[in-house]
């Protein structure tokens, strides 16, 4: 089992910054990707960006140039970070920290909500 909790988030106004981070402990061994997700209201949960354990990257074309996900691989924990910049109302959403094992199997944060708004 894996666990996953998530900080950060809030309201902040266009243009703004926000930084989410995400703590992933228990059998952290076989965690390959993390990644944050999200879901606006109305919409599918989309893929914001992801990282693998090698530090290979993935991002939304709608985030790139603007967010920046790391990665920090303790012994018994790994912590994601996504520094959100220049953030817009569409960027608004429910964003969950996601984890995928090599076995395949997906973990889920209890979600953050994100508001940008003036």
């Known amino acids: 089992q894996v666990q996953l909790v998530e900080s950060g988030g809030g309201l902040v106004q266009p243009g703004g910054s926000l930084r989410l981070s995400c703590a992933a402990s228990?059998?952290?061994?076989?965690?390959?990707?993390m990644g944050w997700y999200r879901q606006a209201p109305g919409k599918l949960r989309e893929l914001v960006a992801e990282v693998t354990r090698s530090d290979v990257t993935t991002y939304a074309d709608s985030v790139k140039g603007r967010f920046t996900i790391s990665r920090d691989n303790a012994k018994t924990s790994i912590t994601i970070n996504l520094q959100m910049n220049s953030l817009k109302p569409e960027d608004t959403a429910v964003y969950y920290c996601?984890?995928?094992?090599?076995?395949?199997?997906?973990?889920w944060g209890q979600g953050t909500q994100v508001t940008v708004s003036s």
């Open positions: 996601s984890s995928r094992t090599y076995g395949m199997e997906a973990y």
């Open positions: 228990g059998r952290v061994f076989q965690i390959y990707t």
